[in-house]
């Protein structure tokens, strides 16, 4: 069964607009982490954003959102007012447990393209 | 602060031949992962070091090896190329890696293999 799930092969968003990339994910471990990469044509990833199991808020990073709904095991990425920049793929991605050390498991990635 | 370095960018190999890339983190960080990024497979985990040691561990064959150095360097080898070797390996660093602690991984720009 896939640990994480992102829905959403591609996705176009007008510049300036906010849009909403989603991500399911699926673990038994009560502590978790959730994160999401962007990943430019240019292939770095770049850290966007982090949630833990046991976060009470939703975490906030500049434009990034995530809208974490631990009962339905979703881990959405808002990103607020769309620029050119933001064109890249996004991966959401989950360490599990505390016996996992850094290994990471991604999602499939969701095509972000912005329009001006 | 310099971010995770990789070396060399590209590479190209012939079936049969071997490759070790090189990884250094990001100045203080002393666990190192490894991943293989195909348009098919997508990213999947190949391995993680600290302190020396392999934590963790993907599942690929015994052809991707790795190692990692006293000052957290590390390196990745692949034996025997295979024609669906031809990835981008990508490694993170992140500062503790540790048991019962989500912490960030940060990631290097990439080395594309491509074999031939």
């Known amino acids: 069964a896939q640990k994480i799930t992102q829905t959403q092969p591609g996705m176009f968003v007008q510049e300036k607009e906010a849009v909403t990339l989603d991500c399911t994910y699926d673990t038994s471990d009560p502590s978790y982490g959730l994160f999401w990469y962007k990943q430019p044509s240019s292939g770095e990833m770049i850290f966007l954003i982090y949630q833990g199991s046991y976060d009470q808020q939703n975490a906030t990073e500049g434009r990034y959102s995530l809208n974490f709904q631990k009962a339905r095991k979703s881990a959405n990425l808002v990103i607020s007012a769309s620029q050119l920049g933001d064109s890249a793929m996004y991966f959401c991605a989950m360490r599990e447990g505390d016996n996992q050390g850094g290994k990471l498991i991604f999602g499939q990635g969701t095509e972000l393209s912005v329009k001006p | 602060k310099a971010g995770v370095t990789q070396t060399p960018r590209y590479l190209i190999k012939t079936r049969g031949q071997q490759v070790t890339l090189s990884c250094s983190p990001i100045s203080g960080h002393r666990s190192v992962s490894w991943y293989q990024q195909t348009p098919g497979q997508g990213l999947q985990f190949l391995f993680e070091?600290?302190?020396?040691?392999?934590?963790n561990k993907g599942n690929f064959p015994g052809r991707f090896s790795g190692r990692q150095f006293s000052n957290s360097r590390s390196e990745m080898n692949v034996s025997t190329l295979e024609l669906g070797d031809s990835a981008l390996y990508l490694c993170?660093?992140?500062?503790?890696?540790?048991?019962?602690?989500?912490?960030?991984?940060?990631f290097g720009p990439g080395t594309r293999l491509t074999v031939l």
């Open positions: 993170a660093s992140s500062l503790w890696g540790d048991r019962g602690r989500v912490d960030t991984q940060y």
């Open positions: 070091y600290f302190s020396e040691t392999q934590r």
